[in-house]
């Protein structure tokens, strides 16, 4: 019986695996990126035209070279960049940029920051933050007089 019981399971088994089939998915590996799970803005000075923040970032990568870091402006385009030489990729990185608000910037705008992080392969990852500009203490004041 038990006999049986093994050549059962052993058919079984087989049958059962000759129903997966494999497929083609239409896609193809080309390689791997960065991941960026952490993206902030900080600085003690209001977001007004004309002041610096700190964009604090991290980045990993485990199974490829990160080889740039490029932070963008929805206005400007590339506001700051490096290379980064030496990664090790079982670690991950916190780096920073300082950003300047465009002195031209309107009160009450919003400004979009996208860090992208580029790989040996050519592969980039990106993640963006929205700044709010305020709107200057001595305006909020009047406004709040005229109500």
């Keep these: 019986m038990k006999r049986y019981t093994i050549v059962l399971a052993l058919l079984l088994t087989t049958a059962l695996t000759a129903c997966f089939e494999e ?15 952490m993206l ?5 000075a209001p977001l007004l035209p004309g002041n610096t923040v700190t964009v604090n970032f991290r980045y990993y990568a ?9 932070l963008l402006d929805s206005n400007e385009g590339t506001v700051a960049s490096r290379e980064v030489s030496g990664h090790n990729r079982e670690d991950s990185y ?5 950003y300047t608000i465009p002195a031209d910037a309107e009160f009450g705008s919003s400004i979009v920051l996208t860090l992208e ?3 040996s392969n050519n592969l980039v990852n990106s993640r963006t933050v929205t700044l709010e500009v305020d709107t200057p203490a001595e305006e909020e004041e009047e406004d709040e007089g005229e109500g």
């Design 40 to 44: 902030t803005i900080s600085g003690d």
């Design 94 to 98: 916190e780096d920073a940029f300082d």
């Design 62 to 70: 485990e199974n490829a070279d990160v080889v740039a870091l490029r």
């Design 117 to 119: 992080v580029e790989t």
């Design 23 to 37: 497929r083609d998915e239409g896609y193809e590996f080309v390689g791997f990126v960065a991941t960026i799970p």
